[in-house]
């Protein structure tokens, strides 16, 4: 997975394409990523004692990797991700514009 916590996506397909936001979490074991913003749905809660009452819920859920690309520092659009040897680092550069991510 080239994409990190903390790094700003874009939706390339699905119901929320066009949208942008940034990475919450990672989850490479499944694949997926929780971006803020994206794929919110309406969760129904309820009532966890007596005297307390039921309420709708919306929160973001996770999105498969392969349906987002990282934003291009440079551009502001959906670039791939690439490497660079900096002497004995590695880092991770923007394919389109090659500025550092």
Do not use: C, F, W
């Not at 929320?16 to 990475?23: L, V």
């Not at 659009?77 to 660079?84: E, I, L």
């Amino acid at each position: 997975m080239k994409v990190r916590t903390g790094d700003t996506v874009i939706v390339t397909t699905g119901k929320d394409r066009g949208k942008s936001g940034t990475i919450l979490r990672a989850y490479p074991k499944k694949g997926k990523v929780l971006i803020e913003g994206v794929n919110v749905v309406k969760k129904h809660q309820k009532a966890t004692r007596t005297g307390s009452v039921g309420q709708i819920i919306e929160r973001p859920m996770p999105i498969d990797v392969s349906n987002v690309s990282l934003k291009d520092p440079k551009g502001g659009k959906a670039t791939r991700v690439g490497y660079k040897l900096d002497g004995k680092k590695k880092e991770r550069v923007a394919r389109k514009s090659g500025s550092k991510i």
